[in-house]
Structure formats: structure tokens, C-alpha cells
């Protein structure tokens, strides 16, 4: 154990740990939780051997000095063996630490990230810099600023920093189709893009410590449709999450289109979307508002109540 300080403060609030030797780090729920809280010196929590933990909730906080987990290999958690019983799936995961450049390295955001059922519910500072090569799969700097695109390389399967697409690389975005994480967010502006359908493989993003919205597209005039078959999650803290402005006025229209990120992707405590400022509650109710051939999903629809409309009329 890296720590010399760790078996000595740390506070293990629970049955929740139970060691046993052939498998040391690995640990087991009883009733409670896994929790690491009020060390006052604890740095790092340096369990570098622990792959698995069987506990409904993951509570780290408290911790004053902390200033990294250090926990690299922990990849998979399961229900306490009570919540299984009960059928609660969730895995609830709250890091948080007081101290200043407190951060989670991108290895550890994607094994978190990773865990079936789980909700990142408060996870604190940011993702450490630079960016650590994943044991499979490639990861690229993206830029450090929104107004600098990016140089869009080959192969790349997790970005780190702000993923920017404007009129200077617009046209090799079709080689983002490989990136499944991005560690940062992504930033379209002024583009001739029709439709967002290259980021087929895109998962996450985790904007953790960015001050900026997870996703935001803006400013691309001929932008009427978007495609994220494989996204699963956006984490960011705070800002709210995707922010879409004066692109076409399809999704502005169809409410459609905001509804995929807030319920496909809606989870306890991230931000809401808004499209052109509106909330996809407000989005909903514009809809509800218009003449009912609005809700003709294609154009026979529409020519179908025209000519219901003609007949009465004759
Ligand atoms: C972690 O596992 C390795 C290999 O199994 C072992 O050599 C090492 O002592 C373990 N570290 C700790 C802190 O237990
Ligand atoms: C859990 O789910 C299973 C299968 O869906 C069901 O048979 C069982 O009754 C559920 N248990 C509880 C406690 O709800
Ligand atoms: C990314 O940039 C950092 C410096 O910000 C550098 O240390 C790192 O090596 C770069 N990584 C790659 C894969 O280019
Ligand atoms: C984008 O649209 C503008 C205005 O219509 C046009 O001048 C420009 O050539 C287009 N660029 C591309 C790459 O199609
Ligand atoms: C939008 O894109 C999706 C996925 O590429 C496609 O299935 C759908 O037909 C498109 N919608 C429109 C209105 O073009
Ligand atoms: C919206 O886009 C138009 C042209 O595409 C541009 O002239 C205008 O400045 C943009 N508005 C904002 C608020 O960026």
C-alpha cells in the first residue's frame, strides 16, 4: 500500500468491507456502504489492487487533503446482496473532496463510467491532465481552447480536452467515427454540416471540470438532424449539459430532438438541454400549441388532413 498513512486513518464506515485473503481487494456489502470519509491527511486512496466492489453505494467525501483516488483497476461493481434481493440494480457513486485540483484520472472515469446500472451522482474537480493512454484503444489531445479546432487524427478511441469542429476541419470529421469516449466536450460552430451522424461509436462524454455544456452546437445554418445511436452517457457538473443555437429551425419544431438527450440520457442531477434558450418542456408545449398537421410526421400525413379538410369544405 502506497500510503503509509491509509490503514491507519482510514475509516471504513461499515460491515460493508469483507476481506477475505485469497481475495484481499476485493470487497463485499453487508447492509451499508462502501464509504472513505473524514481522514484529514489521506491524500490518495491508492488501493491499486481493487478491481470489485459489491456495494449499492460508493461514497468518498469528506476527505480534506485528497487530492487523487488512485484506485486504477476498480472496474466492476455489483449490488449489495439485500438491494439485489429487492431488485435495486443502481450503483450510486459520490467522490467529491475539498481540496483544490482534486481530480479523477481519465483511466478511472472510464471504468466508473463503464459500471452497469450506475449513476455518477456528485463526482467533484476534474479529470487529471494530461490524458493516460487506455490499455486498448487510442487517446487524443483535442484543443484547450473552443476557438481552435481540432486536428483530427486517425484511429482515436477516447479525446482528451475540448473536441471543436468548425469550418477549418469540418471535412475530416467522418474519421471521429472511432471515438467512444470524450474526456472534455464537444464544440460545433459555423459549420456547412446537414446532420450530426459521425460520432456513430461516441458512448460518453464526461465533461468534468469544463466550464462549458457537454454539447454545444451552434451557428451551423444548414444543420436539421443529428444521429448518436451509441451514447449512453453525459456527465458534467453544473453548466448545463447541451445547448444547441440558431441551427435550423427543425429542431426547434420537433421536439423530438431535445427529448433524445433529456430521456435517453436524463440521470439524477445533470443539467437540462436547451435548444435556442428553450427547455424541452417549453419545446413541448409550443407543439402542443400549433395547428395538429404540425404533428404530421411526413408530408402524406399532411396532404391526407388537407384533403379531409377539402372534403369538408365541398
Ligand atoms: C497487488 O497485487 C500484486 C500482484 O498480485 C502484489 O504483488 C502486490 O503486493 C499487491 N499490492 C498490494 C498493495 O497489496
Ligand atoms: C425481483 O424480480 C424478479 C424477476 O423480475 C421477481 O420474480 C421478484 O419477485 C422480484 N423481487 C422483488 C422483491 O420485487
Ligand atoms: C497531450 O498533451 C499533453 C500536454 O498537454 C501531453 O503531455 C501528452 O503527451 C499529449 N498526449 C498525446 C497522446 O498526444
Ligand atoms: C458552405 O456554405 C457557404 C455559403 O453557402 C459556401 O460559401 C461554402 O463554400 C460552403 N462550404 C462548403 C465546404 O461546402
Ligand atoms: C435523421 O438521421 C437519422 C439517422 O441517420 C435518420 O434515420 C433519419 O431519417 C434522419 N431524419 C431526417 C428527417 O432526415
Ligand atoms: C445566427 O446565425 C446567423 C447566420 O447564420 C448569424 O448572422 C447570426 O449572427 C447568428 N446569431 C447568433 C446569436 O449567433
Same mark, same amino acid.
Given at each position: 500500500?502506497?500510503?503509509?498513512?491509509?490503514?491507519?486513518?482510514?475509516?471504513?464506515?461499515?460491515?460493508?468491507?469483507?476481506?477475505?485473503?485469497?481475495?484481499?481487494?476485493?470487497?463485499?456489502?453487508?447492509?451499508?456502504?462502501?464509504?472513505?470519509?473524514?481522514?484529514?491527511?489521506?491524500?490518495? *486512496?491508492?488501493? /491499486? %489492487? +481493487? $478491481? #470489485? =466492489?459489491?456495494?449499492?453505494?460508493?461514497?468518498?467525501?469528506?476527505?480534506?487533503?485528497?487530492?487523487?483516488?488512485?484506485?486504477?483497476?476498480?472496474?466492476?461493481?455489483?449490488?449489495?446482496?439485500?438491494?439485489?434481493?429487492?431488485?435495486?440494480?443502481?450503483?450510486?457513486?459520490?467522490?467529491?473532496?475539498?481540496?483544490?485540483?482534486?481530480?479523477?484520472?481519465?483511466?478511472?472515469?472510464?471504468?466508473?463510467?463503464?459500471?452497469?446500472?450506475?449513476?455518477?451522482?456528485?463526482?467533484?474537480?476534474?479529470?487529471?491532465?494530461?490524458?493516460?493512454?487506455?490499455?486498448?484503444?487510442?487517446?487524443?489531445?483535442?484543443?484547450?481552447?473552443?476557438?481552435?479546432?481540432?486536428?483530427?487524427?486517425?484511429?482515436?478511441?477516447?479525446?482528451?480536452?475540448?473536441?471543436?469542429?468548425?469550418?477549418?476541419?469540418?471535412?475530416?470529421?467522418?474519421?471521429?467515427?472511432?471515438?467512444?469516449?470524450?474526456?472534455?466536450?464537444?464544440? *460545433?460552430?459555423? /459549420? %456547412? +454540416? $446537414? #446532420? =450530426?451522424?459521425?460520432?456513430?461509436?461516441?458512448?460518453?462524454?464526461?465533461?468534468?471540470?469544463?466550464?462549458?455544456?457537454?454539447?454545444?452546437?451552434?451557428?451551423?445554418?444548414?444543420?436539421?438532424?443529428?444521429?448518436?445511436?451509441?451514447?449512453?452517457?453525459?456527465?458534467?457538473?453544473?453548466?448545463?449539459?447541451?445547448?444547441?443555437?440558431?441551427?435550423?429551425?427543425?429542431?426547434?419544431?420537433?421536439?423530438?430532438?431535445?427529448?433524445?438527450?433529456?430521456?435517453?440520457?436524463?440521470?439524477?442531477?445533470?443539467?437540462?438541454?436547451?435548444?435556442?434558450?428553450?427547455?424541452?418542456?417549453?419545446?413541448?408545449?409550443?407543439?402542443?400549441?400549433?395547428?395538429?398537421?404540425?404533428?404530421?410526421?411526413?408530408?402524406?400525413?399532411?396532404?391526407?388532413?388537407?384533403?379531409?379538410?377539402?372534403?369538408?369544405?365541398?
Amino acid at each position: 500500500m502506497k500510503n503509509p498513512f491509509l490503514l491507519a486513518i482510514l475509516i471504513v464506515t461499515s460491515h460493508c468491507l469483507d476481506f477475505n485473503e485469497s481475495e484481499f481487494f476485493k470487497s463485499k456489502c453487508g447492509l451499508a456502504d462502501f464509504t472513505i470519509s473524514y481522514n484529514p491527511k489521506m491524500e490518495e *486512496i491508492g488501493m /491499486t %489492487n +481493487l $478491481t #470489485t =466492489i459489491k456495494c449499492s453505494l460508493i461514497d468518498i467525501h469528506g476527505n480534506e487533503e485528497l487530492k487523487k483516488l488512485n484506485i486504477p483497476n476498480l472496474n466492476y461493481a455489483s449490488p449489495s446482496a439485500e438491494n439485489l434481493e429487492a431488485n435495486k440494480t443502481g450503483i450510486e457513486i459520490n467522490i467529491d473532496s475539498e481540496k483544490y485540483g482534486f481530480c479523477i484520472t481519465s483511466v478511472e472515469m472510464y471504468n466508473f463510467i463503464n459500471i452497469e446500472n450506475v449513476n455518477l451522482k456528485k463526482l467533484g474537480g476534474g479529470i487529471c491532465e494530461p490524458g493516460i493512454q487506455p490499455s486498448s484503444g487510442k487517446l487524443c489531445n483535442a484543443s484547450h481552447n473552443v476557438d481552435e479546432e481540432t486536428e483530427i487524427q486517425d484511429g482515436c478511441t477516447q479525446m482528451f480536452g475540448k473536441v471543436v469542429i468548425n469550418p477549418k476541419n469540418v471535412q475530416n470529421v467522418q474519421k471521429l467515427s472511432s471515438v467512444e469516449i470524450i474526456f472534455g466536450v464537444l464544440y *460545433i460552430e459555423n /459549420t %456547412n +454540416l $446537414t #446532420t =450530426i451522424d459521425f460520432l456513430q461509436n461516441l458512448k460518453y462524454i464526461s465533461a468534468l471540470g469544463y466550464g462549458y455544456p457537454a454539447i454545444t452546437v451552434q451557428n451551423n445554418p444548414y444543420l436539421s438532424n443529428f444521429s448518436f445511436p451509441n451514447l449512453k452517457r453525459i456527465k458534467n457538473n453544473g453548466e448545463s449539459s447541451v445547448v444547441f443555437t440558431n441551427n435550423t429551425q427543425e429542431f426547434i419544431l420537433d421536439p423530438k430532438y431535445c427529448s433524445f438527450f433529456e430521456d435517453q440520457l436524463g440521470q439524477g442531477g445533470w443539467e437540462k438541454p436547451k435548444f435556442d434558450g428553450n427547455s424541452c418542456y417549453t419545446l413541448i408545449q409550443e407543439a402542443n400549441t400549433r395547428p395538429p398537421y404540425k404533428f404530421a410526421k411526413n408530408l402524406d400525413l399532411i396532404i391526407v388532413v388537407l384533403f379531409m379538410s377539402i372534403a369538408q369544405i365541398l
